[in-house]
């Protein structure tokens, strides 16, 4: 089936609708975006691309303009909370060299998947919400203004507050998991190195990397706590209140939380990932359709790979509805993989039992030290997954 003409609707304009824009416009589909916001502006701060999201970027030719604005990681660090000591060490540099893996700013990579939309013809519609979906085989989105919008096919990149997900799957209600996180950026205080800190402590950890050319420093603070939080980036809160909450981690830990002056806060819900990704001519992606946890750095990654696959399948098929069952067929066993390990990952960090402990801590020395290629290669079935190569 060639989506040659055929007038696509994506809603969302994040990184999942706009990677989803630019491949189906390169099949030559006329795809416009709605976006509810009046810019395209991210909240949020940094974000880790690896290798497996940094091959879609490569197959849209977004290669060099994205190692401009990126920092190439070089490893991740488990560390001691008290004395900001290294545990273990995951040597990022065992990734085959055309697999790198990247720290970037949000709101960057938003901005070279907008550009390149544009470039490539891609309507881009502002402050254009999305009410309701009609997911037939002729789908209309009825937008807040009161105008209407039929297409050929609708897809729904519109994150956890998908106006099609419940159209699709009814509504269902998040599990909080007991977990709060902070979010914040910093002045690179410490001449932080290229590389992911992860800060272990009882019941928290805090991850630090590099942005911007190591101009910044993004830190995500975890929590374990019975206070409720709202689920979303945009609640602020009181930078003491993180300080207060992490106030015996040591070294540059310590030196990087004093340095916070605006942070947001947000509680950590579990979604299920939707059981029907589409329906007539319309379908879902990303966060939409299957919401992840934080701790395995692969939400922004899993829309990437969403968007090519979803674009791939519906150019191989006779027919929409074949496409889109393909599409949720090819993808829908890695995501669950990924929610899974994602939510079963903080515990692993968080050890509090003091014996436990310092076992788990001393086999990470052992094995970080004695077989580093062996904790590498855990994570082969994530990082050197390639949707582009069929």
Do not use: C
């Not at 809603?11 to 099949?27: D, E, P, V």
């Not at 013809?121 to 209309?140: F, M, S, Y």
């Not at 981690?249 to 029907?276: N, Q, S, Y």
Request: proline letters at 5%; aromatic letters at 6%.
């Amino acid at each position: 089936m060639s989506l040659s003409g055929k007038k696509i609707t994506v809603i969302g304009a994040g990184i999942g609708g706009l990677t989803a824009a630019i491949a189906l416009r390169a099949r030559g589909a006329k795809v416009t975006v709605l976006e509810q916001a009046e810019a395209i502006i991210e909240v949020g701060a940094g974000i880790q691309v690896s290798p497996n999201g940094f091959a879609v970027l490569r197959a849209l030719g977004l290669e060099d303009r994205f190692r401009q604005i990126a920092v190439q990681g070089q490893a991740v660090e488990l560390r001691d909370y008290r004395a900001d000591s290294l545990v273990a060490r995951l040597d990022l540099g065992l990734l085959p060299e055309d697999q790198p893996y990247f720290f970037v700013h949000r709101a960057d990579l938003v901005d070279i998947l907008a550009d390149a939309a544009r470039a490539e013809g891609v309507k881009i519609r502002l402050l254009q919400k999305a009410n309701t979906v009609e997911a037939t085989d002729l789908p209309v989105v009825h937008l807040a203004n009161g105008a209407d919008m039929k297409a050929d096919i609708v897809i729904g990149a519109d994150g956890l507050h998908s106006r099609l997900r419940p159209v699709l799957n009814g509504v269902t209600a998040p599990f909080f998991t007991r977990q709060t996180a902070w979010r914040a950026t910093i002045p690179n205080v410490i001449d932080h190195p290229n590389v992911s800190r992860v800060h272990m402590a009882p019941k928290r950890h805090m991850v630090t990397y590099p942005l911007r050319g190591g101009e910044l420093i993004n830190i995500v603070a975890v929590q374990e706590r019975t206070g409720w939080a709202e689920e979303g980036w945009q609640h602020k809160d009181d930078p003491a209140n993180l300080r207060h909450a992490f106030s015996d981690f040591g070294g540059d830990a310590k030196r990087m939380l004093a340095a916070v002056e605006d942070v947001g806060l947000w509680g950590l819900f579990r979604h299920p990932v939707a059981p029907i990704w589409h329906k007539g001519h319309t379908a879902i992606l990303g966060d939409a359709a299957h919401p992840t946890l934080p701790f395995m750095a692969q939400g922004a990654v899993m829309a990437m790979e969403d968007s090519w696959v979803l674009t791939d399948a519906l150019d191989q098929a006779d027919t929409v509805e074949a496409g889109l069952a393909a599409y949720q067929a090819r993808r829908e066993d890695r995501v669950k993989k990924i929610v899974e390990t994602a939510n079963g990952n903080a515990w692993k960090y968080h050890l509090s039992f003091p014996p436990m402990r310092f076992g788990a801590h001393m086999g990470l020395r052992v094995v970080s030290k004695l077989a580093p290629k062996k904790l590498m290669q855990q994570f082969d079935w994530i990082y050197r997954h390639d949707v582009t190569k069929g």
